[in-house]
Nanobody, 128 residues
Framework: QVQLVESGGGLVQAGGSLRLSCAASGRTFSVYAMGWFRQAPGKEREFVAGISRRSGNTYYADSVKGRFTVSRDNANNTVYLQMNSLKPEDTAVYYC?????????????????????WGQGTQVTVSS
């Protein structure tokens, strides 16, 4: 089992920044990649960013490319999501997720159903 705990959410004005953290514990050696997803009220969950734990390869949704940066600290089993130039439409609950199967990750990173473990989420609210 892998446990994930997100932190760093909050209320910020449009144009501001936040950094989310996701701390992993348990069988972290089994984690191949980590992803960030978000879900706004009344909307489906959507992929935001992903990172391969070993290679550091990163993946982004078009809506956040150039504004968000995903990074990892393997020594501390933590993944970060730096969010800059935030917009009201970024308002959502943000979740981190862990993927243990490396097969085809470069093609499936955006599919939530491929991730094995999920955190509880952290609320991000961007005011206009």
């Amino acid at each position: 089992q892998v446990q994930l705990v997100e932190s760093g959410g909050g209320l910020v004005q449009a144009g501001g920044s936040l950094r989310l953290s996701c701390a992993a514990s348990g069988r972290t050696f089994s984690v191949y990649a980590m992803g960030w997803f978000r879900q706004a009220p009344g909307k489906e969950r959507e992929f935001v960013a992903g990172i391969s734990r070993r290679s550091g390869n990163t993946y982004y949704a078009d809506s956040v490319k150039g504004r968000f940066t995903v990074s990892r600290d393997n020594a501390n089993n933590t993944v970060y999501l730096q969010m800059n130039s935030l917009k009201p439409e970024d308002t959502a609950v943000y979740y981190c997720a862990a993927e243990t199967n490396p097969t085809y990750y470069s093609a499936t990173y955006y599919l939530g159903r491929h991730y094995d473990y999920w955190g509880q989420g952290t609320q991000v609210t961007v005011s206009s």
